[in-house]
């Protein structure tokens, strides 16, 4: 299986904030990585797709980048309804893989 | 607007089988991956398997050939069945549609159910 990393494990953050997520892959997916925000109790949501692709209704602020094996999500200015958790999923082969999360709290 | 909504028994006794339902509404079925993915308490996300809409499917060897997905394209639901469930099958378990695209990608994902193991 692919085992995908992610950096930090937990962030604490302040409104305004610019906010720098990574993730790993233990072999080379190309551009095949997507990236999901999750809150409590609530569908797991896709911000972006195929590594750099924003989807569609996903916030300017919210911005992917890399290929290969390393890879970021960054989120320009962080606002209230950003506080949640984060995760990096490869779909470059089956099983799919997950990060472990990112869980980004307000300071 | 796609909706995904997971139906089905919150409480399995151990050594028998959960089952799920995902019901799909505003799509066809068709042309998509249909996905279930779990979590369980404390851990990360991962992936059960996925159904295409001519019958194909795929599972993650962590469950040891346990899983089963099933499609009703008629009625726009999937299923899951996990035989001999245990403890460590406790979890919120989400169904998605898999977009195949070049990049595959899950959208949208359902709100979840939470399944608890014990007698």
Not at chain 1, 28 to 39: A, E, G, V
Not at chain 1, 96 to 106: I, K, M, S
Not at chain 2, 64 to 90: E, P
């Amino acid at each position: 299986d692919i085992q995908m990393t992610q950096s930090p494990s937990f962030l604490s953050a302040s409104i305004g904030d610019r906010v720098t997520i990574t993730c790993r892959a233990s072999q080379n997916i190309n551009i095949y990585l997507n990236w999901y925000q999750h809150k409590p109790g609530k569908a797991p949501q896709l911000l972006i797709f195929a590594a750099s692709s924003l989807q569609s209704g996903v916030p300017s602020r919210f911005s992917g980048s890399g290929s290969g094996t390393d890879f970021t999500l960054t989120i320009s200015s962080l606002q209230p309804e950003d506080f949640a958790t984060y995760y990096c999923q490869q779909s470059y082969t089956t099983p799919r893989t997950f990060g472990q999360g990112t869980r980004v709290d307000l300071k | 607007q796609v909706l995904l909504q997971e139906s089905g028994p919150g409480l399995v006794k151990p050594s028998e089988t959960l089952s799920l339902t995902c019901s799909v509404s505003g799509a066809s079925m068709r042309n998509y991956y249909w996905t279930w993915i779990r979590q369980s308490p404390g851990k990360g996300l991962e992936w059960i398997g996925y159904i295409y809409h001519n019958g194909n499917s795929k599972y993650n060897p962590s469950l040891k050939g346990r899983a089963t997905i099933f499609i009703d394209t008629s009625n726009n639901q999937f299923s899951l069945r996990v035989l001999s469930v245990t403890a460590a099958d406790s979890a919120i378990y989400y169904c998605a549609r898999d977009i195949p695209r070049g990049v595959n990608w899950l959208d949208p994902w359902g709100q979840g159910i939470l399944v608890t193991v014990s007698s």
